[in-house]
């Protein structure tokens, strides 16, 4: 099914067991979902938000985890992503547990974990640093206040494009607009009480989190990660 396209984009397919229908034979599900989402526009439930903008392709580098059209994936070993994605990266020593790097030009972190330390198990995606922004700002301070960065914070933002399921994805892209652009099984969804996070499904044993600039739908993207669910 859909991949994500960045020159680091994460790309990993949704379980088959999903099913497939053909546009012109939809099935029981897609009715009754179509259905509903008639109902619940027309009763104020959901909005009518409009046409989602368009993020055309060509800005770099481009992620699906394909980054610049080298395949990637969560469980493998550093190294194979630090080749991929290229110079410019800083690294922990590989003594350190568990391992992270990050490409502060990119605006890209990946980090280990305790118990695989030597496997990506994270993938982020800065597309904001706009300190007024920040919601939720757990940074230590300095004397004076200001926030200190981890040592393994990327600085940058990302400057390429974004692909997932064939939607375009840029620091302008609203939430909306990027569910309504996904494929309907990523299950996008908001909080219970704020959308400042919303959650989503990248594959059978991944997930999709966001960071918006702002607790409802129209919040702009900030952060796109992707993690492991598994040790």
Same mark, same amino acid.
């Given at each position: 099914?859909?991949?994500?396209?960045?020159?680091?984009?994460?790309?990993?397919?949704?379980?088959?067991?999903?099913?497939?229908?053909?546009?012109?034979?939809?099935?029981?599900?897609?009715?009754?979902?179509?259905?509903?989402?008639?109902?619940?526009?027309?009763?104020?439930?959901?909005?009518?938000?409009?046409?989602?903008?368009?993020?055309?392709?060509?800005?770099?580098?481009?992620?699906?985890?394909?980054?610049?059209?080298?395949?990637? #994936?969560?469980?493998?070993? #550093?190294?194979?992503?630090?080749?991929?994605?290229?110079?410019?990266?800083?690294?922990?020593?590989?003594?350190?547990?568990? #391992?992270?790097?990050?490409?502060?030009?990119?605006?890209?972190?990946?980090?280990?974990?305790?118990?695989?330390?030597?496997?990506?198990?994270? #993938?982020?995606?800065?597309?904001?640093?706009?300190?007024?922004?920040?919601?939720?700002?757990?940074?230590?301070?300095?004397?004076?206040?200001?926030?200190?960065?981890?040592?393994?914070?990327?600085?940058?933002?990302?400057?390429?494009?974004?692909?997932?399921?064939?939607?375009?994805?840029?620091?302008?892209?609203?939430?909306?607009?990027?569910?309504?652009?996904?494929?309907?099984?990523?299950?996008?969804?908001?909080?219970?009480?704020?959308?400042?996070?919303?959650?989503?499904?990248?594959?059978?044993?991944?997930?999709?989190?966001?960071?918006?600039?702002?607790?409802?739908?129209?919040?702009?993207?900030?952060?796109?990660?992707?993690?492991?669910?598994?040790?």
């Amino acid at each position: 099914m859909g991949k994500i396209y960045v020159p680091i984009l994460l790309a990993v397919a949704i379980p088959a067991c999903y099913g497939q229908t053909s546009a012109a034979s939809p099935s029981m599900g897609d009715r009754f979902n179509s259905a509903f989402e008639k109902a619940a526009k027309a009763t104020g439930v959901i909005k009518g938000y409009g046409r989602p903008s368009k993020v055309d392709k060509g800005a770099q580098p481009a992620i699906s985890i394909y980054f610049n059209n080298h395949q990637l #994936m969560l469980g493998r070993q #550093m190294d194979e992503w630090k080749k991929a994605i290229g110079s410019g990266g800083v690294c922990s020593p590989k003594s350190e547990r568990p #391992m992270w790097c990050k490409w502060d030009t990119l605006g890209i972190e990946i980090t280990a974990t305790f118990e695989r330390p030597q496997l990506v198990s994270q #993938m982020k995606l800065h597309f904001s640093r706009d300190p007024e922004e920040s919601l939720y700002d757990t940074r230590p301070r300095d004397a004076k206040g200001k926030p200190i960065d981890p040592v393994w914070l990327s600085k940058g933002v990302f400057p390429g494009y974004l692909e997932l399921d064939g939607f375009g994805i840029d620091k302008h892209a609203k939430f909306w607009e990027v569910r309504a652009g996904a494929d309907r099984q990523r299950d996008l969804q908001c909080g219970l009480q704020s959308c400042a996070h919303p959650r989503g499904l990248f594959g059978p044993d991944a997930a999709i989190y966001l960071m918006l600039s702002r607790e409802d739908e129209y919040g702009e993207l900030r952060e796109f990660g992707i993690t492991s669910s598994t040790e």
